[in-house]
């Protein structure tokens, strides 16, 4: 039913910012949660940013006082403002969504590279 699609992923200097967005083909309301993950190259999918419907916001370690995660339900959209960017964050940055507590939706995906 939801297709999520990521954008804003590109090429980036260390210490510079992006901001990515998925956006969603449904309301995004009716989605209790929203998450952003990261697969670094050769490395596992880590949890990066979740977000609740209600605004609840967590974070990886690594990306604390960095990123920020946020939803506009207007626009069925979510975001993730990354600042202050590390190489280390180079990685295929995906969207997933939770619906009903249990629909579980996945974006394709988005390359961000950052170089020094």
């Known amino acids: 039913q939801v297709q999520l699609v990521e954008s804003g992923g590109g090429l980036a200097q260390a210490g510079e910012s992006l901001r990515l967005s998925c956006a969603a083909s449904?309301?995004?309301?009716?989605?209790?949660?929203m998450s952003w993950y990261r697969r670094p190259p050769g490395k596992q999918r880590d949890l990066v940013a979740s977000?609740?419907?209600?605004?609840?916001?967590n974070y990886a370690d690594s990306v604390k006082g960095r990123f920020t995660i946020s939803r506009d339900n207007a626009k069925n959209t979510m975001y993730l403002q990354m600042n202050n960017l590390k190489p280390e964050d180079t990685a295929v940055y995906y969207c997933?969504?939770?619906?009903?507590?249990?629909?579980?939706?996945w974006g394709q995906g988005t390359q961000v590279t950052v170089s020094s």
């Open positions: 997933k969504a939770v619906r009903r507590g249990w629909l579980v939706h």
């Open positions: 449904g309301d995004i309301g009716s989605i209790n949660r």
């Open positions: 977000i609740t419907s209600g605004g609840d916001t």
